[in-house]
């Protein structure tokens, strides 16, 4: 990243082209002011002098260039090092766009991620491009959520949304979401800073809304009320970040529900688009460096399944949806064909894997303790 | 967020962000150098003229007023022009500042959350929701070569971008130019445009067909293809273009003045393509001759014809009577012997290439071998990257255990035209379960985006992830029905549940939140999966 900077701030901060300008507009007045001179008779134009002037630009002018034209080329040369992996190159499986379905699927998707995060526009421009039909149903569930976007997102104004949360009280307590408590908040900092003379209309309105929030949140609330004895900008409150509002909390809150939204609309609350893109930002470096191995060895390396990842990219809890099971016997992960079996020792093992071991014996054995078991002591069994 | 990659990282996915703007900025400044020069040159000559007038003795007071003025003139012109091209300069420079600043935030970000114990912090999952709808936007608007008509109205992908304030990351003015030429190309068959924009970058496309024969690429015909230069294959059209029209004359013209330049043997870049080391899939043998000119050889026999019809050709169009005779020409079994016939069926092999070449597929190829020069030119990503990213992302989070569409097609049928249809059903037949007073739905077990109703279906098309760890959660118990759930999860799940009619019984019951059983505690049992 030090190259990039260095070399956009090199470039920031050539000003040659303002000096081109300077220097043009130097001219200008050179021959406004002779026109002037002529005008009034004062001054006879001396070819001579006219001359010097505008050879004068000519060669201020060739200079400036000079020096932006380095800049451009160590620019390029530059960065051309920086950016050394083609993302195209990366991963040869895509999805087939060449299809028109694939591409409407996508297109769809893309129509229910836009409508999550309440951009009607863009979701109904791309549905009359598609020729699909996004049904009044589906947008009358939305249309809510888009306006409470409009409002927070770009008049910052918290109104609408408070009163859903209101609405949807109990949900939101069902799911556990703090939702009210942040718009609460953030109303409350929005008060306070818009009135830096009196502290009391933010605490008012602390008053009526926080004593609900008394069980959950009173931490927060104590920091947010002893910072009432400041004023909204001094240095000396040390709670100052828990009324920072620099880092857009109106986009944040918006995100927030928009998932409870979702969720109580019955769908995922978060968009899957998102999810499958953050898991993408995660697993690409593992992409990268496979292509990059199988690049110096000048070969492709072999997918011992077609149908799989020859490598295992690791993610996070939060972006791991299935319980996985990897047979012990077999080490090959369970699938609803080959479901995994409880034994009656309560240890699992895959269904192909007890078919082999049947075959063998005619009761079974547990690879993993002494027990054995007739058939009717086996039970195929589901991570739920 | 010991799962996220480093800032540098982030910033060699965004090359694009960084490498089109510098393009355009020299694009810029030698737009400048341009007009710089021609008004030296201009101005010199005024100078000239003035000498000579002051030489002759005629510069007098009223030609000094005259000739000031118009010298004034000339320089305001050139001012105005210089100071709009400085601010494009500007502008441009100004989008590098902001899209760096991104990556300074982004720095920070991590920096705050290296030691954070959740996956990832508050302030990272914005930036990555931004940076995701810039994946969005970008798709959205480089697909609009797939739409025909005006996208100065139809741009979903910059309306997304200008209502989230992400429009100065994205440089959509050159995408946008890119994509009304391809428009303009493919369908409206246009070839002034992209001509005049042949012209203007006459240089670096023939550098490029020079640099481009060393492209590594495994599929021939995408490199048989990048041997040719978008100047000559624009020139090629033109030449095709005019002769369909009968525009003999016209044609030779473009032959004699774009083509054979190019395409003789002599042109030095054929030793060029002599020495390419991946030279296998090309004859050995054989000279190298450049392909192009084979290419111009191959379309000249089109001059004899001066129409492709070959029923016109043969007198066979139009009336009646000849149509039957034609049927009989290409039907009857005695054809063969039929010398008429043979030689009506030989020319029309042999026009066989000459009609690809007027084909409008051709129009096609040359569109989209133009998009490729172009975004080579900006550095534009010539995959469109939301695609690439998804399929790794899909890919990544695909298990075996994601079927969750069975879940949701209880009824069975699939429409086969894309409708959103089964999003509402999926929606109302949720809100059901929840109205049934069920305690869970699809959705509250099931958030994996690859099994949701969006994404489901493309899944199909890619590969699974690799997995040789088992995932399971702390202390899974059974139930008798076989479903395992974690113990805890089960036990808040009953908590909330009414369960009236048994309370009075003397052992507490479990009940399985799928299917509504009930089940006796005792029968839980531990499971131990390894």
Known sequence: ?384 | MSYVSDVEFYLKLQKTQFKTPIEAVKRNFKAIQKLIEKQSALLSRHLIQLKELELNGQLSKEIQRERIAVLINIQTRFHDKLVTRVEEHNDYVQRLEIRLQRFKDLEKILEKGKNSSSDFGDDFLAWTRDQINLLIGCYLMKNLINFNGDISQNNPGLELLKHLKLDKLIDHDVILKGISIYQKIRYEKDLSVLIDWCNENKKILKSMKTSSTSVDDSNTTQKDQYRTSLDFETFYQNFIELIKEDKIYEALIIAKEHLMPQAGPEVPSTSNSATTSSATSYSDKTPKYDSTFEKFKKSAGLLVFGSLDIDELFGLSGSKVNSSRKDSLTNSAMSVYDTFSNSYNQINNNLKPFKELLNDEKWIQLADFFIYNYNHIYGIDQSLELIVMLSVGITSLKTHSCNGFKNYSKHDFQDPQVTFQDVLHNIEESNDISNAKSELSINDLNKCPICSLELYEIAQHLPYSHQTKSNIYENPVKLPNGHIYQLEKLLKMNEAFEKPEIENLDEMYIKDPLTNEMFKRSELQKIFPT
């Open chain 1, 1 to 384: 990243m030090n190259i990039v900077q260095e070399e956009v701030e090199r470039l920031g901060k050539n000003k040659a082209l303002e000096k081109c300008i300077k220097e043009s507009n130097d001219l200008l007045s050179y021959l406004k002011q002779k026109q002037e001179q002529l005008n009034q008779d004062t001054d006879d134009l001396k070819v001579q002098d006219v001359q010097i002037k505008i050879n004068y630009w000519a060669n201020q002018s060739l200079k400036h260039e000079k020096s932006l034209n380095t800049v451009i080329k160590k620019y390029q040369k530059s960065i051309d090092k920086v950016f050394n992996f083609d993302l195209s190159e990366v991963y040869r499986h895509r999805i087939p766009l060449e299809s028109t379905r694939c591409r409407q699927l996508v297109d769809r998707a893309l129509i229910m991620h836009l409508l999550r995060i309440g951009d009607f526009e863009a979701a109904n421009t791309i549905a009359k491009m598609d020729n699909i039909q996004v049904p009044d149903q589906l947008l009358n569930k939305f249309h809510e959520l888009e306006e409470i976007s409009e409002d927070l997102t770009v008049h910052h104004r918290l109104e609408k949304a408070i009163a859903w949360a209101n609405v949807n009280k109990h949900n939101l307590q069902r799911i556990g979401s703090d939702l009210q408590f942040n718009l609460h908040k953030l109303k409350f900092i929005d008060i306070y800073k818009k009135n830096p003379s009196s502290p009391y209309p933010a605490y008012e309105y602390a008053k009526i809304n926080f004593p609900h929030f008394g069980n959950t949140h009173l931490d927060v609330i104590s920091k947010l009320m002893s910072s009432t004895i400041f004023t909204p900008n001094e240095p000396e409150n040390p709670y100052l970040d828990s009324i920072d509002l620099t880092s857009s909390p109106y986009q944040k809150l918006f995100t927030q529900l928009s998932r409870d939204f979702c969720s109580f609309v019955g769908l995922s609350s978060e968009s899957p688009i998102f999810n499958t893109l953050q898991a993408s930002y995660i697993a690409i470096p593992n992409f990268v460096k496979f292509n990059k191995i199988s690049k110096m060895k000048n070969e492709k390396l072999d997918w011992t399944s077609e149908n799989e990842l020859p490598f295992e990219v690791e993610l996070p809890k939060s972006l791991q949806f299935h319980s996985i099971f990897i047979c012990p016997v077999s080490k090959e992960e369970t699938t609803p064909q080959n479901s995994p079996m409880a034994l009656g020792c309560r240890h699992l093992i895959s269904k192909d894997s007890l078919a082999k071991l049947k075959k063998r014996n005619s009761s079974i054995k547990c690879p993993y303790c002494p027990k054995t078991f007739a058939a009717n002591e086996i039970q195929e069994v589901q991570f739920i």
